[in-house]
């Protein structure tokens, strides 16, 4: 097995797959022609023609988009991703491990292999027609994130924000990518119907490290910066810590609540590092690459919140881990929370208004007075 630094890349290698091998369909050519970039600092498109290896992307054809969870860790049920895969390539990424299951690797190939679903808004659509569904918040994404680097060119995402707002299905939404800021527009006829909030997850505030650990992500700053352009278009913004990395990120909790608090936004969360599978390995190789002087003290760390292990599958303790450590990290990010006036009101997103007509039945439903099904509302 061949370990070595990959330019613009998380992980340094491709480690071995759980799962069968599975037929796949190349993606058309106008799609497939690969830009090898990384993201500057100002969010733009970096050239390195010199990089080694090109991004593929393949059609995934699910004829679904909306993903059912029943954990009792998360605060969603629904969530919807039109990729799998994730070209931003954070070493961390719990989602790794998924693309096994499509005879891919959790290394190289979940950043540079990226499954599309060419046809999720239509299918979104199709969901929220059925007789069956029942108006809830959406996740917009759940596993891997729904504004990567080729949603610029496919505009899935925006699609698909269009057909909630059509429908009148609350999403809550959450990315590290600032061109979240190019569907300002549909995102604010949405707030104006409390039916979005947008939610950047930042890790830290060190611009390097982000780099190392995030190569494709949109700078901490972009960050920052999105957080403001949605608080001053009225939009409900927060952020999210995640992950928080025992030994190497847990000290900036107060800095980035602080920074993130001024720049408007009204809600936080956080989650503790998580190493599932082979997302273990990657992680310790990419420690040791990068961080040789503090491998020892990070790993360590991990132990501490994990029970002597490095991951905790246990409901209640994977996202929060357990032990004086994890209750000193939890402390600190309520104590700045309140410090800096986080989380002291709850966003809520309306049902209410939904409603699977299009908006041509939609008028003649309310030409003939019949009225618009109503449903409790749901928080955030």
């Keep these: 097995m061949i370990k070595q630094k990959t330019r613009g890349r998380g992980a340094g290698f491709n480690p071995g797959n759980r799962f069968e091998r599975l037929r796949i369909?190349?993606?058309?050519?106008?799609?497939?022609?690969?830009?090898?970039?990384?993201?500057?600092?100002?969010?733009?498109?970096?050239?390195?023609?010199?990089?080694?290896?090109?991004?593929?992307?393949?059609?995934?054809?699910?004829?679904s988009v909306i993903?059912?969870?029943?954990?009792?860790?998360?605060?969603?049920?629904?969530?919807?991703?039109?990729?799998?895969?994730?070209?931003?390539?954070?070493?961390?990424?719990?989602?790794?491990?998924?693309?096994?299951?499509?005879?891919?690797?959790?290394?190289?190939?979940?950043?540079?292999?990226?499954?599309?679903?060419?046809?999720?808004?239509?299918?979104?659509?199709?969901?929220?027609?059925?007789?069956?569904?029942?108006?809830?918040?959406?996740?917009?994404?759940?596993?891997?994130?729904?504004?990567?680097?080729?949603?610029?060119?496919?505009?899935?995402?925006?699609?698909?924000?269009?057909?909630?707002?059509?429908?009148?299905?609350?999403?809550?939404?959450?990315?590290?990518?600032?061109?979240?800021?190019?569907?300002?527009?549909?995102?604010?006829?949405?707030?104006?119907l409390k039916l979005i909030s947008v939610c950047l997850s930042i890790t830290t505030l060190d611009r390097d490290l982000a780099r190392r650990m995030e190569p494709r992500t949109s700078s901490p700053e972009k960050r920052f910066e999105t957080i403001e352009v949605m608080a001053k278009n009225n939009i409900p913004a927060g952020v999210n810590i995640a992950p928080v990395i025992p030994g190497l990120t847990d000290e900036e909790i107060p800095a980035i609540l602080k920074e993130s608090s001024e720049r408007g936004a009204i809600f936080a969360g956080h989650a503790m590092l998580r190493l599932p599978y082979s997302v273990k390995d990657l992680f310790l190789d990419w420690l040791k690459k990068e961080f040789p002087e503090k491998e020892s003290k990070i790993i360590n760390r991990i132990k501490e919140i994990r029970g002597g292990k490095l991951n905790s599958y246990e409901w209640g303790e994977r996202l929060a881990g357990k032990g004086e450590f994890a209750e000193a990290v939890h402390s600190l990010f309520k104590m700045s929370c309140n410090k800096y006036h986080l989380n002291e009101k709850q966003v809520k997103l309306a049902t209410s208004l939904f409603n699977s007509k299009d908006q041509f039945e939609i008028f003649e439903s309310l030409d003939s007075s019949s009225s618009l099904p109503w449903y409790k509302q749901n928080s955030c």
């Design 67 to 192: 993903a059912k969870n029943d954990s009792e860790d998360l605060g969603f049920e629904n969530s919807f991703n039109p990729y799998r895969g994730c070209e931003h390539g954070c070493i961390y990424c719990y989602a790794r491990p998924s693309h096994e299951y499509l005879s891919f690797s959790a290394g190289l190939d979940f950043e540079t292999k990226i499954m599309v679903k060419p046809n999720a808004p239509k299918l979104l659509e199709a969901e929220l027609k059925k007789k069956s569904y029942v108006p809830d918040i959406i996740m917009f994404s759940g596993n891997t994130d729904c504004y990567q680097p080729l949603e610029k060119k496919l505009n899935l995402t925006r699609g698909a924000l269009k057909v909630c707002l059509k429908y009148r299905n609350p999403v809550s939404l959450i990315t590290k990518n600032s061109l979240v800021q190019r569907d300002l527009d549909v995102l604010k006829e949405m707030a104006e």
């Design 25 to 63: 369909e190349d993606f058309p050519d106008d799609i497939a022609e690969d830009a090898p970039y990384i993201i500057d600092e100002n969010g733009e498109e970096e050239n390195f023609p010199e990089r080694k290896i090109p991004t593929q992307y393949f059609i995934d054809d699910s004829k």
